[in-house]
């Protein structure tokens, strides 16, 4: 699904433009609508459910993580980094269909444009309202089977990771790193009163 991700992804913090030149005729450049961002943002959480990325046990023993000849790239791109050797890893493929989505929403750039479009329009989807909602879905549930949170738990330590991450990239704007911070702090309170 990594190219539908890709597409949905980028109705948040979004512009919708042409390469219009003065008297064209083309119409200006509009931000992506609040509605719109935020069904695409309830979107892609949805990919995040790990009972959907939860592989059957009866499925793991056919597939295989090692190569069995002289590396080739092609065969190289499609294969991702593992925790279980040899063997085929159910936990780092949920992880690595998580940050297909984790890892492009807490993009830079994506969560300046955010900010930006938030304080110039009243309804937008905001920075805050983002995190909490990716923070909220990476969030273990009550009474949720073992496999399954051990999965939620990944994404959440990778999550606070690329968030972390950011917060040292020169092109985050202030305010938006302050809100990280924020939101990472607060975050981290809940965690310690569970």
Request: cysteine-free; hydrophobic content about 45%.
């Amino acid at each position: 699904h990594r190219y539908q991700v890709d597409a949905a992804v980028k109705q948040i913090g979004g512009v919708d433009y042409s390469y219009a030149v003065n008297g064209d005729g083309q119409k200006a450049a509009a931000v992506i609508p609040a509605a719109a961002q935020r069904r695409a943002l309830k979107a892609l959480l949805e990919t995040l459910d790990p009972a959907s990325l939860d592989i059957r046990d009866d499925l793991i023993a056919l597939l295989s993580q090692t190569q069995s000849a002289t590396p080739d790239r092609q065969f190289d791109s499609e294969i991702f980094q593992t925790q279980g050797a040899g063997a085929f890893d159910a936990t780092g493929a949920a992880v690595v269909a998580s940050d297909l989505v984790l890892r492009q929403l807490v993009d830079p750039g994506r969560l300046n444009r955010v900010q930006e479009q938030s304080r110039r329009m009243t309804g937008q989807l905001s920075v805050s309202e983002l995190l909490r909602a990716m923070l909220d879905r990476v969030s273990v549930q009550r009474g949720e089977a073992p496999r399954l949170a051990e999965i939620r738990r990944l994404q959440r330590y990778r999550l606070i990771g690329d968030l972390a991450d950011i917060l040292s990239d020169k092109s985050l704007s202030p305010a938006v790193a302050a809100i990280v911070e924020g939101q990472l702090t607060e975050y981290g309170k809940a965690l310690a009163v569970k």
